[in-house]
Structures are given as structure tokens and as C-alpha cells.
């Protein structure tokens, strides 16, 4: 599986959980409103999309602290989100939240931001490792012996490594 294949699957998932979810806890039928709900999902979906192919190079990789900036990249998405929709959202007029309210719902959507990339960084090596896609693909011989010849793999840090 390639990776745009990949990650056209993980952001559909993505997407489908996220609107049962959205669905489930709405008023039946949901009101006009939750139209931009699944609008905001797309966008979110779209960032999923471009980011899973990303996820699953530094993983083939093994990528050094690559949890971490899955993690922070998380957050600042999350973070975002929440400004956006803070920006947007008229809410009910009548009621001001205070700033620890405000604060709260900051922190709720930067952990939850973090979640999401966490679940989408594990998702996307999850479905590539079951379709015998980019993931953990050994090196075939030929190409071991190719790379300590060249001297281009930094693993390699002793002749007795190339021996095959």
C-alpha cells in the first residue's frame, strides 16, 4: 500500500469516527449549525491526509523523538482548533464564560489534539504494517552490502557490520 493510499484511508476513518461521534452526542435531528461541525471535520481530515505520509516516513525511518513531535504537532493543532472555533463561534449570548472556563477548554482540545495524532500516527503504522506496506520492509542483501560499500548508512559503524 503506498502512503497516499495510506493516508487517504486513515483521514476517511479519521473523518467516520469523529462525525458518529459528533452525531451521536447532537439533538436528533441535529440542528442547522452542525452543517460547519462536518465542515471543520473535513478540514480536519485534510491536515490528517497530509500529515500521515510524513508519520509513516519517520517511522520507516525510526526517526529519533518522532512520538514527541507527533505529540506536539498534536497540541499545536489542537490549540489552533480551539482559537478557531473560539474565533467563530457567536455561542449563546447571555452566557460569558470566565477565563479559567476558557483556559479549561484550551487545555481539553490541546490534549485531545494530541489523542488524535497519537491515534493517527498508530493508525497509519497499523494499516501499513498489516498491508505489508512501507513500514518495518527489511533491507534485502544485495542492499545491505550496497550501503556499507558506499558508506551512506550511518548504522553501519564497523567493516565486521557488512560482512554478509
Known amino acids: 500500500m503506498s502512503a497516499a493510499s495510506a493516508a487517504n484511508r486513515v483521514a476517511l476513518i479519521f473523518f467516520c469516527v469523529w462525525l458518529a461521534i459528533a452525531y451521536a452526542a447532537a439533538d436528533h435531528p441535529p440542528p442547522p ?3 460547519f461541525l462536518v465542515l471543520a471535520l473535513l478540514v480536519c481530515a485534510f491536515f490528517v491526509r497530509l500529515r500521515v505520509p510524513t508519520y509513516l516516513a519517520w517511522h520507516a525511518q ?3 523523538g518522532r512520538i514527541g513531535r507527533v505529540i506536539c504537532e498534536g497540541a499545536v493543532g489542537g490549540g489552533v482548533l480551539y482559537l478557531v472555533l473560539l474565533v467563530l463561534s457567536s455561542g449563546e449570548p447571555s452566557i460569558q464564560p470566565d477565563i479559567g472556563a476558557r483556559l479549561i477548554g484550551a487545555g481539553v ?3 485531545l489534539g494530541a489523542t488524535n495524532a497519537l491515534m493517527v500516527y498508530g493508525s497509519g503504522v497499523t494499516l501499513s504494517l498489516w498491508t505489508g506496506g512501507l513500514a518495518w520492509r527489511p533491507l534485502r542483501p544485495d542492499r545491505i552490502r ?4 558506499s558508506g551512506r548508512d550511518p548504522s553501519v559503524r564497523r567493516d565486521d557490520d ?3
Open 109 to 111: 482540545m490541546v490534549v
Open 33 to 35: 449549525p452542525f452543517l
Open 146 to 149: 550496497e550501503r556499507c560499500i
Open 162 to 164: 557488512c560482512q554478509l
Open 62 to 64: 525510526q526517526s529519533r
